[in-house]
């Protein structure tokens, strides 16, 4: 059975990434070409030309429609072929599939799933990521690794004090128990680690310009399958929000990562971080994009490990799970109940299906 969670958006491009250039991007398996109409609207077809199976990513547009590089097959935004060299009549069958597409959040989203339940109103959001409140860097790193590396690597921050020491990471970090909430109804995974009195790592310090100790709070919210964010306050050790919820002396930093399952064994990592300070400070941008990139690639070259220490492991082998993973084992439980009842629901429909 595959691990996917079929019927769910998920991520497939920066909206800056997706114009008139054609875009190839393999969804949950599934090879797709991503562009924009000329009028700006986000198109995702399935990239394997009908006839001959030619990738149209490697094709071109002419207007609205690609013209397949290979003999000219002809196909609209909405998958429907219009032209076939050599004859006028356009066999029936002669489409490809297209995929529902929302722009949201500087994020181009995309429903491999039933079409019938792509609601729009489903897509978890990231306000930040496209707020003139904020400045954002971000970037996507390719994984060698399946996407539930990526889901326990995230959940369960403890690694930072090893993995990303000297950037990230500090004694604080994996000494400070964490508080683990799920919401079963909305399917929202909260994790929360709150440091009164911590180590400033140099992310924080040369961002921020605090000198000294810190009040540091992280809280984690995941919505499985394909949006983690960490909600990320920095302080003067001591400086707590007013209660009214204003926290004009506290630093925030809100950390996106877009988790979308490439193949069964790769997955595409999208990361962003969004500042509440410093906003037109082009030094800090630099450094921010460039020590986050560094702590991504960190994660990769230790997931991409993973994966191939899974690979050649006997059937069977027991993980021994401590405190710190209980956020990791909650995500676990809820994407275990996605992926059974999104199987469950492609195999009601494929009994129903009419032969045709
Ligand atoms: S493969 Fe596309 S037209 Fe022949
Ligand atoms: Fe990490």
Redesign the pocket.
Known sequence: MTAFVRNQWYVAAYAREVGRDLLARTILGEPLVLYRTTEGEPVALADR??????PLSE?RLEGDTIV??????TYDKGGACVFV?GQTRIPRTARVASYPVVEQDSFIWVWIGDRDLADPALIPRAPWLDDSRYTVVCGMEPLAARYQLLVDNLMDLSHETYLHGGYIGTPEVADTPITTEVDEENAVIHVSRHMADAECPPFYAKSTGIQGRITRWQDIEYHPPCLYLLHSRIAPVGVLPNEDGTDPNGFHVEIVYAITPETENTTLDFWAVARDFALDDEEVTAFLAESNRTVVMQDVVALDLLEKVIANEPEGYQELSINIDTGALAARRILKRMVAESSAAASVRSSQAVPS
């Not at 397949?68 to 097959?73: E, L, T």
């Open positions: 030309c009908v006839h001959r199976r030619y094709s397949c590089g290979y003999h000219g097959f060299p």
